[in-house]
């Protein structure tokens, strides 16, 4: 059973980065045809991709966030990171990892992304 927990600070300062990690349990982020996702909850919105890693390491951005947006990993650790620079309150949210077999660019339906993390609220306040 795979499994992800995502690590980092609740609470960021606007115009810092932000950094979120992905620890992976119970498979390799390096097993092929996978891809390890960062999805986004605000509140009173929908699910947002924001971007994913391959199992290769090749990334991939939402257009939208491709500026502030670095998506890295640590295979020795089983790890990815996301780091979404200069935040602003509109990037309060609760932030999501996730496993996909085929890469969406979005969440079309959750049942797209087969594992996913319980999810970790961060709020952008000062």
């Known amino acids: 059973q795979v499994q992800l927990q995502e690590s980092g600070p609740g609470l960021v300062k606007p115009s810092q980065t932000l950094s979120l990690t992905c620890t992976v349990s119970?498979?390799?982020?390096?097993?092929?045809?996978?891809?390890w996702n960062w999805i986004r909850q605000s509140p009173g919105k929908g699910l947002e991709w924001m971007g994913a890693?391959?199992?290769?390491?090749?990334?991939y951005y939402n257009t939208s966030l491709k500026s502030r947006t670095s998506i890295y990993r640590d295979t020795s650790k089983n790890q990815f990171t996301l780091q979404l620079s200069s935040v602003t309150p509109e990037d309060t949210a609760v932030y999501y990892c996730?496993?996909?077999?085929?890469?969406?660019?979005?969440?079309?339906?959750?049942?797209?992304?087969?594992?996913w993390g319980q999810g970790t609220q961060v709020t952008v306040s000062s």
């Open positions: 119970g498979g390799s982020i390096t097993t092929s045809l996978t891809y």
């Open positions: 996730s496993r996909s077999r085929a890469l969406y660019f979005a969440v079309f339906q959750r049942a797209d992304y087969d594992y």
């Open positions: 890693i391959n199992y290769s390491g090749n990334t």
